[in-house]
């Protein structure tokens, strides 16, 4: 059962809330004797941290992780790594006029209906703090698959304005507080979500995820495909709302030759001339990149008042003042980034078990 | 582990090869007292069922299940229910040609180079023919949702052509060889498919599959949320590369006030205003209608040619004479009704275990 | 979850009841490229069969075994195996007489008071008759484990009668109808079992399981400690009672000194200086020989009458007549060597998953 | 995949070493709306705790423990449980010399084939240290089994001296170190461990753990059987060799009609004359007394020495020093009690989740 973990031979289970004094994740069945500490992780959730710019929530909080166990004289030993952040800026005072009300688009009204009891400081458990454990986890996650697998997200839509894909750029993507791939979006951004958050508003956004290095034969027909368990991994974060293998929905309006990625001899190695199937064949990876998108809805927590109920039943207005991002989706890339390094960690384990090494 | 099982509660394990003697599923969890038979499960089948028009493959067999185990004097009894089609159209030497050549786009490639050793015949494990399974299990999850969940997918796009969302009539859906929910798409989608299929070329297709009458409170996070499942169990059926919830990839350009699913008191209850969201918030059913799409490439194998290679490593080109489907996104939509079932039976009962029945 | 599976990377599912149309399991995980036919699950089959001599129950039935998926011109393809029984002498007729009533010791009751349902056709999905697929899929384990490692059980005790231990001869087990290591004991069972059964009464043993060969570091601390799961394994055979590892009960009465296995150096290889610990320590395989004990009760049908009541809730005298063996604990033994080979597959997978190969 | 984890729909997952900062476990699955503090758990923490009395190891904490999630204005929320324990009293440099021999009897050497790398500090994760965590997560087991379920344990047995049955008195198990449930016991116990322990050696003993008012129909055939999954939790306590259930190995000298409950009906219920079976049948409870026994070896760690081998692969004689139980056996009864009750858990919410409530 999988309430709270995900991944079988890598296995993830986290556990906290916004609002609690801390959060934190067990990492079960890393395999031994590779280097890790609390620095190899470190600068993964400082990317995600918020209050970096004005683009994201202003909640500030320096995310420092500790290793609890599984770690000894700097190597991982075969047992569980336990990772835990103290939660240091909970002000859950901000909260409180929220407590009685339902937010649209929230998880709030869903977790009463189906608990009957509402942890409703910050969004408890349904917040998007939750993901920093997910990227702490992603960093070990990156050690399990070795420097060979590279890892990388850029946005590449905020609200209307999507990228030109002819200017992708990766070096660009850690230049800008967007994680945008193209230079020339930034300023338009910048513009863009500048007058969303006057307004009081907020905005989707679609983000790309592209592994380099990533052996062939990873993913285990047939439900334990690959891509089904990315699909799963990239719609479990918060407010996503759909996911894209290679070229995705475009596909539905292809014919076959346009979608068909020929394959060649490359000296004894089989080469691909195309990649429409984003490194996924069948549920296992070709060895082309995998290439993966998902979008998320715009925060639902804004300025704008919206129609809503109480717990009462009673009709309200709600406006979420709190502090929160305009573009959630922003903060979803490094998240993106660590959930596709996690699948890939299970299932190059899962390979091993069932083919050798 | 589910290199072949789904579900966790309402668990569904397949077996079989698309050339075997037989395929099979068993089915595990499935609550006691409820009444089943055969004629319960086998409508849904013929649904499926290949060779009813000339836009699906001529493979001919009546794919008549029986149920093996798990159920007696009419009813299930808690135990495994097993399922069994024998193969009675195997035809396998129409695949010998191919046995020693990859398909682009298909999975033999990746099976090789997983496992070293392929079942050539018509795709073997990675053929849509283990999709017939996962429409039984699904007939038996209906059964365990009860008659007021209503699960029904409709094709809303072949090719280029989509249909009118204004025109949507469910009464269509069963009146004609595309699941077209649109009267006035048919024609259009016959004269397309009739000349994707002289041309000896496919087409790709998206479904979109709606739930009524799911009670609100269904879902597990962090993990297990309604809509990861979701679209694991859709990811996971064959030739899907996209994956939707309510209005998916659109919400990238929305404003937050564009998204918000306002809601409003109908006497003691809650209703929403508009259903964005497709049902679901932070991964647990809110009581509206679940909507999820799918996107399905076209079929792989076809009479066009496409540059690939062989397992000497030599350069060939392909033409997949077999008998096969021009547009496999047809017989997709109740693969992907069946899935929907088998998910949403499995958070029913996972809910009944924490929060009583 | 596991209501009918057992394993995580070797995994087991079993269905059927004993007098449905068929019985049969789905062995999930296993290894591709390891040569397997019919021909070598038969013979394990062939020990467990009833009918063999009169200490066993009458019914008779070749339980041949056929392969329906998963192996590919001889050997695995790394899909799931489906294995079928079919049931050819099932004569429900037998037991119209105990439909109604409950048999003392027997699981009818528990079933009926769980699922409100009964299959009472002899034992339904409680009868030893699911035991066969644990034989069948035990000797796929016994593939992926190896020649190397050799898993061997004996009768230890019958009744009051107990083997001498100092005579013990691995050769002597396949030579009685009994597997006793002892070929002293034969006659003195012999004469014992003959009489239990004309006295229309029966009788429980002890089987011990010794592995061979098996490497040093299985076993995944600290809840899939290689014990525990034996233990699980174990105690999951009809009737069974209580399970041991090395010494067993009888480490409570030891002191310190006496428990410490001494280890010493042979070249550069650590050697045990006896083995209290029966080749684990801390839920790890040390590499010395593994040592597993079960019991299990007495065949709980019997001519002997047993006050009990029936579904009506009137008091009853139950008689059972039916086909059954006086010693249920024989056939057990080939039921324990399955076991163990799957325990130590799965674990052996698990161990390669983490370590590496 | 259960590393670290046990229990399906209750799921505990522990982390830490023994000389780690902490140790602490995350309990999933459990229900909303149960009142919960630590108060509720700690009563069950210092039942177990070291530094009692001279019979248990004089290592001296306080193990204080903490909820950091799950848990809102007293009531559990639905969301994981973390508890957390600080470790105050390490004293690695106690261990100092045990750094690079081995122990015999201890995990310390299969820790070092199999992952190659071993925290030596006191056992590392192989330390008795780990049972707080699943005494802590029973105590929350036993909220949600409710107050009608009592679940007890006692010794019987320590080295050569076992308790007298028909003295049984569960009350006198709370008055005396050794959870001894017969008084006349006590002293005979009391001049026996002494005497070891000024011998620098150590004993074994026998614990049974009895459940009153557990509902029938708990335990999930096949590979759920309640009696299966309470063999793998005992036995996966550190240091047991051996599990029965209800009367265990006797069984195997029984006749049938020896081995028989008899049922009878009180007004319409029905009732068991005996329970050899310790209310366990066909793997599912019967609603009597639920009885399991384990056995647990001597202390490995001792004053005694014992000849072994180092990491350089000498041959050494090992004497541990550092703090240790001479009976660890007796601190084994709270952790027996806490399995008990965590399985029992899972299949209560097992078995609403099939069944209903």
């Not at 290793?67 to 800026?89: A, H, K, M, Q, Y």
């Not at 050690?143 to 697998?149: A, D, E």
């Not at 000296?267 to 984003?278: C, D, K, P, T, Y």
């Amino acid at each position: 059962m999988s309430h709270n973990s995900f991944g079988h031979l890598f296995r993830v289970t986290t556990w906290g809330e916004s609002h609690g004094p801390s959060i934190g994740c067990v990492v079960d069945g890393c395999p031994p004797r590779l280097a890790l500490s609390e620095a190899d992780i470190q600068p993964f959730l400082d990317r995600r941290r918020p209050g970096q710019s004005v683009f994201t929530t202003q909640r500030r909080e320096p995310d420092e992780v500790r290793i609890c166990s599984g770690v000894f004289e700097g190597v991982t030993t075969g047992t569980p790594i336990s990772l835990i952040i103290e939660n240091t800026d909970q002000r859950s005072k901000d909260y409180g006029e929220i407590a009685n009300t339902y937010r649209p688009g929230h998880a709030d009204v869903v977790y009463d209906i189906k608990y009957g009891v509402r942890d409703y400081r910050g969004g408890g458990r349904s917040s998007a703090r939750e993901t920093a454990m997910r990227v702490a986890a992603g960093a070990i996650a990156r050690r399990v698959l070795g420097g060979g697998v590279v890892i990388r997200a850029a946005l590449v839509q905020i609200g209307e304005h999507a990228i030109d894909r002819s200017r992708w750029d990766w070096d660009e993507v850690n230049r800008n507080p967007f994680f945008a791939p193209d230079a020339a979006i930034v300023p338009v951004w910048e513009q863009y979500l500048s007058a969303i958050r006057k307004a009081g508003s907020s905005v989707g956004a679609t983000i790309e995820v592209v592994v380099e290095g990533a052996p062939a034969g990873l993913g285990a027909p047939i439900y334990g495909k690959l891509d089904a368990d990315i699909a799963a991994a990239l719609m479990s974060i918060n407010a996503v709302k759909g996911v894209e293998i290679g070229d995705g929905f475009a596909v539905a309006g292809y014919t076959g030759p346009q979608n068909a990625d020929a394959m060649r001899m490359h000296g004894n190695r089989i080469v691909f001339e195309s990649n429409h199937a984003g490194g996924i064949l069948g549920g296992i990876s070709t060895g082309q990149p995998i290439v993966a998108r998902f979008a998320v809805k715009p925060t639902s927590s804004m300025l704008t008042p919206v129609p809503s109920v109480n717990r009462q039943g009673e009709e309200v207005d709600v406006v979420t003042k709190g502090r929160h991002d305009p573009c959630v989706g922003i903060r979803a890339a490094p998240v993106g980034e660590a959930m596709m390094a996690c699948v890939l960690a299970d299932h190059l384990l899962r390979h091993r078990a069932q083919n050798g090494a």
